[in-house]
């Protein structure tokens, strides 16, 4: 069965302005990003910090605007400024899951007036009932326990729950979850990640969701898009890109990641560091890291090559297309 695409992205760039004295410099924070994701996906964006996938994420919710490109939603192309009724029905189709749950609650409200808010902001009716409803499907049952309490009467897997509902109570059809676990303890990570996959297949959400943790995304994810220095290097199945990646990157980020099956963590090496994204270089941006570059790859940039359900960009793939 095949599912409409929820959101589309065509040649996207995103570049910032740095003023460094007199001088002002362009960022190229992201370079021709092109995704379809579909409607009820669980679609992951993994790689180092900056890697563009915290400004891609923002961009979808209009904290950020393209420099070029164009973003579809539902078929729309999506403005860079939307006004009035469509910037509230957009807001309430697109939630969000900040990485930090100790400063994304506001610490002089009680738990059912954070909820309350985006009900009152978009008009919903019978308030009480559906701020109940929110606390039971984030399991924070009973709910008198936590409905008047304040955020720092919670422990940070609770606060991260208290999120969570405020991001669904609007029936929303997109969640961003910008690294939704980094900040917990990890006894308790599995139990939010189980919460976000419930609630996706009680409510049908589309997942956009970011990580560094490739086990993580692994878990949770139909599908994996790796980025690094602001492109798409690789992207397809979740199993299929961790248990055989193709990228020289995607394989570098398998070896970093902790394996419970090896009492020692492999020697990577000096694997180098991101490249400058101010002074972009001519060719592949993983050129000085890669094990396995060849000439062409520091004259020019690399095509993204189907190989089956897969897309690497990559010149090790050319003769396979």
């Known amino acids: 069965m095949s599912f409409p ?7 996207i760039q995103k570049t910032f302005t740095i003023r460094k004295g007199i001088k002002s410099y362009k ?3 992201l370079r021709d990003i092109n995704l379809e994701v579909k409607e009820g996906e669980v679609i992951s964006l993994v790689g180092e910090s900056g890697s563009g996938k915290t400004t891609l994420l923002r961009l979808i919710a209009r904290i950020y605007t393209e420099t070029d490109g164009e973003i579809y939603y539902k078929n729309k192309k999506l403005p860079k400024k939307i006004n009035g009724k469509k910037n509230l029905e957009y807001r309430r189709d697109v939630q969000m899951i ?9 610490p002089i409200k009680k738990i059912y007036s954070i909820l309350k808010r985006p009900l009152k902001i978009h008009k919903f009716d019978n308030t009480e009932n559906r701020v109940i ?8 049952t009973p709910i008198d ?11 940070g897997g609770q606060r991260q729950r208290v999120v969570i509902a405020r991001s669904i109570i609007t029936r929303p059809t997109i969640i961003l979850a910008d690294e939704p676990t980094s900040m917990l303890d990890v006894s308790i990570r599995a139990g939010i990640m189980n919460l976000l996959l419930k609630i996706r297949e009680d409510l049908n959400t589309t ?7 490739l086990a993580a995304a692994r878990y949770i994810s139909d599908r994996i898009a790796v980025m690094y220095a602001g492109m798409i290097m690789e992207i397809g199945n979740a199993d299929e890109i961790v248990l055989n990646p193709l990228h020289p990157y995607t394989q570098l980020l398998k070896k970093a990641a902790p ?4 009492l020692e963590q492999e020697e990577l090496g000096d694997t180098g560091e991101l490249p400058d994204t101010i002074n972009i270089p001519k060719g592949c941006p ?20 189907n190989i089956k359900e897969r897309q690497v960009r990559c010149f090790l793939y050319k003769k396979e297309v």
């Open 286 to 305: 993983f050129y000085d890291r890669c094990p396995k570059k060849m000439d062409i790859c520091n004259k020019k940039i690399p095509e993204v090559y």
């Open 259 to 262: 394996n419970p099956d090896k």
């Open 5 to 11: 695409t929820i959101i589309q992205f065509k040649n």
């Open 207 to 213: 997942y956009i969701h970011v990580t560094h943790d």
């Open 98 to 106: 900040f990485q930090d749950p100790f400063s994304s609650l506001n």
């Open 27 to 29: 960022l190229y924070a």
């Open 133 to 140: 409803k929110a606390l039971e499907e984030v399991e924070l």
């Open 145 to 155: 326990s936590y409905i008047n309490k304040y955020p720092h009467e919670l422990s």
